[in-house]
Nanobody, 122 residues
């Protein structure tokens, strides 16, 4: 079992930055791939970014490529999402997830956090 707790969300103006953190507890964090997903009101949950267990491979949605960076610190059992040049369209609840394989599909991930709200004002 892995428990995930997101933090770092908030209200920011367009063009600003936020860094989300996802702290994991439980077994073998370093053996899990980690992902970030988001869900805006009235929309389906969508993939944002993912990182392999070693941190050697990363993947991004086209909509955030070049603006967001995913990273992890296995010694701290934490994964991060650095979000720069934020846009109002980035407004959503952001979730981190853990699973055995790195990928863009939510079905690959077994464990999910409760989410943290990110609101970008224009």
């Amino acid at each position: 079992q892995v428990q995930l707790v997101e933090s770092g969300g908030g209200l920011v103006q367009a063009g600003g930055s936020l860094r989300l953190s996802c702290a994991a507890s439980g077994r073998s964090f370093s053996s899990y791939a980690m992902g970030w997903f988001r869900q805006a009101p009235g929309k389906e949950r969508e993939f944002v970014a993912a990182i392999s267990w070693s941190g050697g491979n990363t993947y991004y949605a086209d909509s955030v490529k070049g603006r967001f960076t995913i990273s992890r610190d296995n010694a701290k059992n934490t994964v991060y999402l650095q979000m720069n040049s934020l846009k109002p369209d980035d407004t959503a609840v952001y979730y981190c997830a853990a699973g055995p394989l790195t990928g863009t599909y939510s079905d690959l991930y077994d464990y999910w956090g409760q989410g943290t709200q990110v609101t970008v004002s224009s």
